[in-house]
């Protein structure tokens, strides 16, 4: 959380306190009916207990805030939690799909018990178990995100319907992009909103509008969508760049992992449209699994030679830019523009 608004710090806190209470009970529940049951909570609680951001809190707190919501109520704060859990799905899913080894500098849940099978000799192969374990643990998180968010009003429910069917719609065209070798800059850049700018900012600021003020929906949504569309796709842009250029000790991720999976990125997408045929050639060794240290390296000069990383640089600022001149004109209270302004800077420009 360095460089985090310090609301960002105190919401984390809230938000941590109700994941733990709220894990704890349906462990002690599991666990009491048989306690192998207790692993599969115990795997939620590590992945969602053990860092990240809290940036879908923050930004559904202050948009639930800026539409007149109590800073402290419970509804705010269980929405919170429940983003948190519907991310942990995502990164359980994710980890299988990309077949990660390690997720916040720990090992993925799918390493974990394809290695538990290996090692006590169980039946079937160790890989299929891993992945389904992960998978199995993917959606009891995200029937758990469900839970928290009972008492929704039914306009809030219908946006949290839609921002489930835009993040799996966005999976789904990243893992398209990756195999197909996409290297358009539109279709990346579509890919970057759906599958995580408009689930990070956007959706989080609608649902927290709308827990807040069902009546102003239509009022409230397209303000908050000028500033969180471009705001999202800067956020998910900064995480590309992290992505081939990150240092592993500080992202928890693979030096250049991004490159390594061939992820279809805007990064990409520019460095390719830029390049010439000799750094193209370069650029094509992109989604190699085997690739060495020594060719990352390679991979990343070329990105930087082309220009493509400075374009991106300045794509990055001009989307930030244009998300927080929009708030002059949002109908939300101005201890909320405040705070947005500060997230915006944050997630643009953050390092992990």
């Given amino acids: 959380m360095a460089g985090a608004p310090e609301s960002l710090r105190r919401l984390a806190e809230r938000v941590d306190a109700r994941l733990d209470e709220f894990l704890a009970a349906e462990r002690d ?15 939620i609680r590590r992945l969602v207990l053990s860092g990240g951001k809290r940036l879908r809190p923050g930004f559904c707190h202050w948009g ?33 799909m990309d077949d990660a080894a390690s997720r916040r500098n720990q090992p993925t849940t799918h390493t974990l018990a394809a290695a538990e099978h290996a090692e006590k000799g169980w039946a079937g192969e160790s890989r299929r178990f891993g992945e389904g374990v992960a998978i199995l643990v993917g959606d009891l998180a995200f029937v758990y995100a469900d839970q928290l968010l009972e008492e929704a009003t039914p306009q809030a ?3 949290w319907n839609e921002l489930r069917i835009e993040l799996n719609i966005g999976q789904y065209l990243d893992i398209l992009g990756g195999v197909s070798r996409t290297r358009d800059v539109t279709k990346s850049e579509r890919i970057c909103r759906y599958k995580s700018g408009k ?53 928890g ?17 520019r460095s ?28 990343q000069q070329v990105i930087v030679d082309t220009g493509g990383l400075a374009e991106l ?25 405040t705070e947005l302004v500060e997230l915006a800077d944050f997630v643009s420009q953050r390092t992990v």
Avoid: C
């Fill in 272 to 299: 390719t449209r830029l390049a010439s045929d000799a750094q193209r050639t370069v650029l094509e060794l992109v989604g190699d699994p085997h690739m060495s240290q020594a060719t990352v390296a390679r991979i």
């Fill in 64 to 96: 639930y805030v800026g539409a007149g919501g109590a800073e402290d109520d419970q509804i705010d704060i269980d929405a919170g939690a429940a983003f948190e859990l519907m991310h942990a799905f995502a990164l359980f899913h994710d980890d299988v």
């Fill in 199 to 251: 689930y990070t900012i956007e959706r989080p600021l609608h649902l927290g509008a709308v827990l807040a003020a069902p009546d102003r929906m239509d009022e409230l949504l397209p303000h908050l969508s000028n500033y969180g569309l471009p705001l999202g796709d800067a956020f998910q842009m900064r995480d590309d760049v992290m992505g081939a250029f990150g240092d592993e000790a500080v992202t």
């Fill in 157 to 159: 429910a219908k946006i």
């Fill in 253 to 269: 991720k693979p030096v250049g992992g991004d490159l390594i999976e061939g992820k279809p990125t805007p990064l990409l997408a």
């Fill in 29 to 43: 529940r599991w666990a009491s009916f048989d306690s192998e049951l207790a692993q599969p909570i115990d795997e």
């Fill in 313 to 337: 640089e300045a794509h990055i600022t001009e989307l930030t830019e244009s998300a927080v001149t929009s708030l002059d004109a949002a109908p939300i209270t101005e201890v909320a523009k």
